[in-house]
């Protein structure tokens, strides 16, 4: 079972609608106790970096976090989503995040257009297990004013836009994605699948 986190922030139902045209069964989770019965975690997310973790915070998702990383559990960040797994965000002001991964989320560099809004093609650097099965260089699509910089050694795809952009990493059950698998089409969903196979 997949659950997808509400916090009142993000297409939650797409994200759904996306899992569903898999064959897979997700539901979205208004309460930290509906994660219970999910064995994979869904983190998606649109909008403030702030406003996004106080309310997490609010409704108690970050303690569920922590809990369902700590026991082993399969997590997605997506988009906002996986900003919020790291220790802080300028966007904005400077506010703290989850902290799962060391790292930092900037405004994209000068010179290009913010936001990124559109489709792009990876540079992927850990083939297995979420691009297992897809071309050389995926397309995909992205929406974001801001990016991730960190030094771990967890990226497992950049985009280049302007310079080459950190779009994703994994690192043991945590995987995250800056672009947006749920409209990314055949891809995305390929994305999607390789995540909902991954044995836990």
């Known amino acids: 079972m997949i659950g997808i986190i509400d916090y009142k922030m993000g297409n939650l139902r797409s994200v759904q609608k996306a899992f569903e045209y898999i064959g897979q069964e997700a539901v979205i989770a208004a309460t930290p106790k509906e994660l219970d019965g999910c064995d994979k975690i869904v983190l998606p997310g649109v909008g403030a970096f702030g406003d ?5 915070k609010a409704l108690g998702f970050d303690e569920a976090i922590y809990k369902s990383v700590e026991k082993g559990k399969l997590f997605l960040g997506i988009c906002l989503g996986m900003q919020m797994i790291f220790d802080k965000s300028y966007e904005n002001g400077e506010f703290d995040g989850l902290g799962l991964i060391s790292g930092e989320i900037v405004r994209l560099p000068e010179g ?3 936001p ?3 489709w792009n093609n990876l540079k992927v650097y850990m083939r297995e297990p979420l691009y297992k099965g897809l071309s050389e260089s995926p397309y995909v699509y992205f929406v974001h004013s801001y990016r991730l910089k960190t030094n771990a050694p967890v990226v497992s795809a950049s985009v280049y836009y ?6 994703a990493v994994q690192k043991d ?17 390929g994305i999607l699948k390789n995540f909902s196979d991954i044995k836990v």
């Open 173 to 189: 059950n945590i995987f995250a994605v800056q672009f947006h698998p749920e409209k990314s089409g055949d891809t995305g969903l």
């Open 162 to 167: 302007g310079e080459e952009i950190q779009a």
């Open 116 to 118: 990124q809004i559109g």
């Open 112 to 114: 290009v257009k913010i």
């Open 52 to 56: 996004a973790m106080n309310t997490l």
